[in-house]
C-alpha cells in the first residue's frame, strides 16, 4: 500500500538524502466530493448583489467561491436551526430558502432568499449562534464557506468581515428608521385621538 510523509518532511528528505519521494504513512482516500461549474452570469449575480462580496476584485471573488463547499439540499430541508452553533455562511446558486424565526412554537417567514444571495452570516459575528431557522424551499444547491478555510486567507477573510461589519451597520440603521417612524405614527395617532397633547 502506498503511504507517505508530510512534503515539509519528505523535501528535507530529499535535501539531505537527495531523495525526491519519501513514503511514511497510509496516503488517505481522497473523497469525493460534489463540484459544479458556476455559470459566468451567476458569479456576476453573486458579485453584483452578495454583500459579503462587495468590492472584491474578479480573482479575489472566483478565488473565494473556488474554497467553498458545494452543498445540495432537498425540498423542506432544513439547512440550520435557529440557536445551533455555526461557522460558516452561504451562497444560493440554484433554487431557494425561507428565513423562519420561531416565536411561541410557531415558525414565521420573515425572509425568502433566491440565488446569489447569502445567509448565515451573522452567527460568525455573535458567537457562532444561529439567529434564524433556513429551510430549502425548494431542491436547491448552495456553496458554504466555512469558517477555518476562508480565514487562512487573509486578505479574502479581511474584505468579507469588512463587508459584514457593512452589512450589519445597515441592518441596524434601517430598523432604527423604522422603530423612529413606528414611533411618530404611534405619537400622532395618540394626539390625534386626543388623549395626550405636547
Same mark, same amino acid.
Given at each position: 500500500?502506498?503511504?507517505?510523509?508530510?512534503? !515539509?518532511?519528505?523535501?528535507?528528505?530529499?535535501?539531505?538524502?537527495?531523495?525526491?519521494?519519501?513514503?511514511?504513512?497510509?496516503?488517505?482516500?481522497?473523497?469525493?466530493?460534489?463540484?459544479?461549474?458556476?455559470?459566468?452570469?451567476?458569479?456576476?449575480?453573486?458579485?453584483?448583489?452578495?454583500?459579503?462580496?462587495?468590492?472584491?476584485?474578479?480573482?479575489?471573488?472566483?478565488?473565494?467561491?473556488?474554497?467553498?463547499?458545494?452543498?445540495?439540499?432537498?425540498?423542506?430541508?432544513?439547512?440550520?436551526?435557529?440557536?445551533?452553533?455555526?461557522?460558516?455562511?452561504?451562497?444560493?446558486?440554484?433554487?431557494?430558502?425561507?428565513?423562519?424565526?420561531?416565536?411561541?412554537?410557531?415558525?414565521?417567514?420573515?425572509?425568502?432568499?433566491?440565488?446569489?444571495?447569502?445567509?448565515?452570516?451573522?452567527?460568525?459575528?455573535?458567537?457562532?449562534?444561529?439567529?434564524?431557522?433556513?429551510?430549502?424551499?425548494?431542491?436547491?444547491?448552495?456553496?458554504?464557506?466555512?469558517?477555518?478555510?476562508?480565514?487562512?486567507?487573509?486578505?479574502?477573510?479581511?474584505?468579507?468581515?469588512?463587508?459584514?461589519?457593512?452589512?450589519?451597520?445597515?441592518?441596524?440603521? !434601517?430598523?432604527?428608521?423604522?422603530?423612529?417612524?413606528?414611533?411618530?405614527?404611534?405619537?400622532?395617532?395618540? !394626539?390625534?385621538?386626543?388623549?395626550?397633547?405636547?
Amino acid at each position: 500500500m502506498a503511504t507517505r510523509i508530510a512534503p !515539509e518532511i519528505a523535501h528535507l528528505f530529499s535535501d539531505k538524502i537527495g531523495v525526491r519521494k519519501y513514503y511514511a504513512e497510509p496516503i488517505p482516500p481522497t473523497p469525493s466530493l460534489p463540484t459544479i461549474r458556476l455559470d459566468p452570469k451567476i458569479v456576476k449575480k453573486i458579485a453584483d448583489g452578495v454583500a459579503i462580496f462587495a468590492k472584491m476584485q474578479n480573482d479575489d471573488l472566483l478565488a473565494t467561491l473556488a474554497i467553498g463547499e458545494v452543498r445540495p439540499f432537498n425540498a423542506g430541508e432544513v439547512l440550520f436551526r435557529e440557536d445551533e452553533v455555526g461557522d460558516s455562511f452561504y451562497v444560493i446558486v440554484v433554487g431557494s430558502v425561507n428565513v423562519l424565526k420561531i416565536r411561541e412554537s410557531k415558525s414565521h417567514v420573515v425572509a425568502s432568499l433566491g440565488v446569489g444571495e447569502c445567509f448565515g452570516e451573522m452567527a460568525l459575528i455573535l458567537d457562532e449562534i444561529r439567529t434564524a431557522t433556513v429551510v430549502a424551499n425548494v431542491d436547491c444547491v448552495t456553496l458554504c464557506f466555512q469558517r477555518a478555510r476562508f480565514e487562512a486567507f487573509h486578505d479574502i477573510s479581511l474584505i468579507i468581515y469588512k463587508n459584514i461589519a457593512h452589512v450589519l451597520a445597515r441592518r441596524l440603521n !434601517e430598523r432604527s428608521n423604522s422603530l423612529s417612524d413606528l414611533l411618530l405614527v404611534s405619537r400622532f395617532n395618540v !394626539e390625534s385621538d386626543g388623549i395626550v397633547k405636547s
